[in-house]
């Protein structure tokens, strides 16, 4: 009896604070709904595909043949095998890009700053598309510009996208060149967030231009660094437009990533439950790097 009382005047009592805050809940209903609609139900109905045989003239409930199946795809195992490659490639080139951008354009004045910003900015505010039609005439073998630089210094041309070893390095490399400029522009207001005394006080103790990098300006940037690995990893590990347009996942499968495999398998061959099944393990995979990331970076961030 005394428990029964204690759980409804704690149902009271919450009620109690769900009243006093409904505006609050009314407020973030608008924000609930859209990521209910594109986020949750797809996920939940992509774990429901993923235990079916989907077809248009019928379903069949099947379990986890369509994840066994994936255990003996070689394709599958080889989009991981891009994908990582890709990621790995492109996620440290562009950070790298943005330190080094963000560290050359800090000490000059704020309209210089954000001219530089928006420069970098720009691509990604361009369509993707777009961005991909210019770099295939760019790395077009008989008349794209990168081989026209490479015949005046007599060097013979090569199919940057039709061969097994230059396809991929060609997308990290149009990636790493077009990227980066989100990363510039929070890098750029992180710098600038940190406190004027710490390297006047650097200064004072002798500290080189390097050093004071390297031991103040970078651990201060922890934070947005742990920010944009783990958002970087992810979207690198959902990259499609550029294979999409470019490469078809050729040659030989050399470029085919995951999201694209997912692609093909749903709505060129409409196998729906393979295809929900590669979205989930793509999903336990960038989930588990997030976790990852964030214990390994995340254990000495200075926030």
């Known amino acids: 009896m005394e428990r029964s009382w204690c759980a409804l005047t704690a149902l009271r009592a919450l009620g109690k604070r769900l009243y006093k805050g409904r505006w609050g809940y009314f407020f973030i209903l608008p924000n609930f709904a859209i990521f209910a609609i594109f ?9 429901v595909l993923s235990l079916l045989d989907y077809q248009w003239w019928g379903t069949e409930f099947v379990g986890l043949r369509n994840y066994q199946s994936l255990l003996g795809d070689r394709i599958f195992w080889k989009s991981i095998v891009n994908t990582a490659y890709y990621t790995l490639g492109v996620v440290p080139l562009w950070l790298a890009k943005a330190l080094l951008v963000s560290a050359l354009i800090f000490p000059f004045r704020k309209p210089i700053q954000t001219f530089f910003k928006a420069a970098f900015y720009l691509p990604h505010v361009t369509s993707a598309v777009i961005i991909s039609m210019i ?21 013979e041309p090569i199919a940057w996208l039709g061969n097994t070893r230059t396809a991929m390095p ?6 790493v060149v077009m990227g980066g ?8 207001a992180a710098m600038n967030g940190i406190p004027a005394y710490l390297y006047e006080a650097a200064e004072l103790d002798g500290a080189k231009p390097t050093q004071v990098f390297f031991r103040v300006t970078l651990p201060l940037l922890r934070p ?29 499968f050399s ?19 393979p295809a929900s099944a590669m979205a ?24």
Not at 170 to 175: C, K, P
Not at 226 to 249: A, D, E, H, K, R
Not at 258 to 270: E, L, N, R, T
């Open 280 to 303: 989930m393990v793509l999903f336990a995979i960038t989930a588990v790097l997030a976790i990852v990331q964030f214990r390994w970076l995340g254990q000495e961030v200075e926030y």
């Open 170 to 175: 060609a997308l990290i490399f149009m990636q």
């Open 255 to 273: 470029t085919t990533t995951i999201v694209y495999m997912i692609y093909d398998k749903a709505f060129s061959q409409f196998q729906f439950g």
């Open 181 to 188: 400029g989100s990363s510039i522009v929070l890098l750029s």
């Open 39 to 47: 986020f949750l139900v797809p996920v939940v109905w992509s774990m």
């Open 135 to 155: 770099w295939l005439w760019i790395f077009n073998p008989p008349f794209g510009l990168l081989n026209y630089l490479l015949r005046y210094v007599g060097i």
């Open 224 to 252: 947005t660094l742990l920010y944009l690995v783990v958002t970087g990893t992810i979207n690198s590990f959902q990259v499609f437009t550029n294979i999409y347009l470019m490469t078809s996942g050729g040659p030989q």
